[in-house]
């Protein structure tokens, strides 16, 4: 069965730090995988999916296929990114099976 | 474009009593899904629904769950004799055709006394 893993429960970085949010996924076939993620008080969003390869408010993720990881980066952590951060798998193409991680609750300190 | 809604955002029941919860999706989406967030944990899928037909609940416990998206009106997440351990917050999301891009709603939390 697929499987998300993110270690990390709780992160804090200092403002202006580098940031990473490990990811790590378990499918035997080709995943898509996508970072949500969740600011205080709203709703859920999508902050990027692998297939677009693309950085969002700074972050990027780059699926590694051997280490089976989706790590988010971030070289230079802002205030206004402390949020909860979801790792999401989806295996068939279909959001009917997105599969999420437990979530990093990340602080970035002033 | 008023997104996904969801009500009530907090519901309260006793053991024993029936919890109702509704989403609706947001406007051009005909595919509805439900998560679980039970504290500390992740989201857990739960069911995905299109009108008025149930695609895949297999995250869906067996007894107590049901779950609806009828041709007019929002989709309802039905949670029968409530126990504490149902207690939790319940997000809906919604895609549209053939996306894999999910829009969430803000989430109902249930407590159960």
């Known amino acids: 069965a697929q499987r998300v893993t993110q270690p990390e429960k709780l992160l804090s970085v200092f403002k202006g730090a580098p940031v990473e949010l490990k990811c790590n996924y378990s499918?035997?076939?080709?995943?898509?995988l996508f970072w949500y993620v969740q600011y205080s008080r709203q709703r859920l969003q999508l902050l990027l999916r692998?297939?677009s390869r693309e950085s969002i408010k700074g972050f990027t993720a780059d699926l590694n296929k051997g280490e089976t990881s989706f790590h988010l980066k971030k070289p230079f952590a802002q205030e206004e990114d402390s949020a909860m951060y979801y790792c999401?798998?989806?295996?068939?193409?279909?959001?009917?099976?997105?599969?999420f991680g437990s979530g990093t609750q990340l602080t970035v300190l002033p | 474009n008023a997104g996904v809604m969801q009500n009530p955002r907090h519901l309260v029941r006793r053991r024993g009593q029936e919890a109702r919860l509704r989403c609706s999706p947001m406007?051009?989406?005909?595919?509805v899904y439900w998560y679980r967030q039970l504290p500390e944990e992740g989201l857990k899928f739960m069911v995905y629904?299109?009108?008025?037909?149930?695609?895949?609940e297999s995250g869906m416990p067996k007894e107590r769950f049901s779950a609806e998206f009828p041709k007019e009106g929002p989709s309802i997440l039905r949670i029968q004799q409530v126990v504490r351990g149902d207690s939790a917050a319940y997000f809906c999301?919604?895609?549209?055709?053939?996306?894999?891009?999910?829009?969430f709603g803000a989430g109902s939390r249930l407590t159960v006394l």
């Open positions: 692998h297939i």
């Open positions: 999401a798998l989806s295996f068939s193409g279909s959001a009917r099976q997105l599969t």
């Open positions: 406007k051009g989406h005909s595919h």
């Open positions: 499918y035997s076939g080709s995943p898509e």
């Open positions: 999301a919604s895609s549209s055709s053939g996306a894999n891009v999910l829009t």
């Open positions: 629904l299109q009108k008025e037909n149930i695609i895949d």
